[in-house]
């Protein structure tokens, strides 16, 4: 069985008990949801997919921590899917179908039948544990998700390099289809970082200065995607980011999420929370990453 060691290290703390403080601070923040999130095993089990942040604890976590919350409040499901984009440069959509991964907070098992039905169910995806070497996005949410139910659950983990409409639309249906033959209680995680902005990023199309002009220009840049989010716009989030040449790295694992929820039934999306970096932790316009929480949940 293979074992995936910590990458990610550095996004959130080595040592177990400072990953727990630093996750709790994320709820308690005034960015956060305010108070530690209260598994309820007897939720409606409504909620289908999120989108979460996945930077360093200390910038995004307070964002990611409102979506965990409604999690918690809605239930214990059964695995979750992880979509998440490849910052290392892998081309293609690579899942692992077995194994375990490790974080700071111990180890979590891959669901081997549900993986193996997605990478049945669609040619573009490929067995390939080398997609997730030294990968972030989607190990971020790991602790996050051991907070609230130990090691009660089983993850699923796709890395997605392809960033084309088509090819998302065909991963997210084979995820579709696997979950509604397995019957298994699934929640689709996209991972992403909205506008990435500053001299850092070698990217200032409204400049550096005066500030509120910048974040006036990225809070309405983001403004736009989250729009065509709520819509279940998949193929107009990927066509506004290259028409308008957006440094939102997970677009394509969020076209894919909803891609995937818009074959699961009718849906319920709601923005939870938006911040930047620099509304959490202040600085400059020589780096300011927006963050992004939402809840898709099934109507009722």
């Not at 200390?58 to 990611?64: D, E, H, K, Q, T």
């Not at 997210?172 to 506008?195: E, H, L, Y």
């Not at 980011?241 to 394509?252: E, K, N, P, R």
Request: net charge negative; with cysteine.
């Amino acid at each position: 069985m293979s074992i995936r060691e910590p990458a990610a290290i550095g996004f959130y703390p080595l040592d177990p008990q400072e990953t727990l403080k630093v996750i709790e601070e994320s709820y308690l923040s005034k960015h956060g949801p305010g108070s530690l999130p209260k598994v309820n095993k007897n939720g409606e089990r409504r909620i289908v997919a999120g989108i979460v942040p996945h930077a360093g604890y200390l910038y995004s976590g307070p964002v990611a921590a409102h979506f965990y919350y409604e999690l918690a409040k809605d239930g214990e499901p059964e695995v979750f899917i992880l979509l998440g984009p490849s910052h290392t440069g892998y081309p293609g959509v690579g899942i692992m179908t077995e194994g375990i991964w490790k974080t700071s907070l111990g180890e979590i098992s891959i669901d081997e039948t549900l993986s193996n039905t997605i990478l049945n169910n669609c040619d573009l995806i490929l067995d390939a544990p080398e997609a997730h070497e030294g990968e972030h996005s989607l190990e971020v949410q790991l602790p996050f998700l051991q907070h609230l139910y130990d090691a009660k659950f089983k993850i699923v983990p796709i890395a997605i390099g392809m960033t084309d409409f088509e090819s998302c639309q065909d991963v997210g249906i084979a995820i579709a289809k696997a979950i509604k033959t397995s019957n298994k209680d699934a929640v689709i995680i996209a991972s992403t970082d909205m506008t990435h902005y500053g001299t850092y990023y070698g990217y200032t199309p409204a400049g550096v200065e005066p500030l509120t002009k910048v974040l006036e220009w990225i809070y309405q840049t983001d403004k736009q995607v989250i729009e065509r989010i709520k819509r279940l716009d998949g193929a107009g989030v990927i066509e506004y980011v290259f028409d308008q040449g957006l440094t939102m790295c997970g677009f394509a694992p969020v076209a894919t999420m909803i891609e995937a929820i818009r074959n699961l039934g009718k849906i319920e999306p709601k923005v939870l929370k938006y911040e930047t970096s620099f509304g959490i932790r202040g600085g400059d316009a020589t780096a300011i990453v927006g963050y992004l929480a939402m809840a898709f949940y099934r109507a009722v």
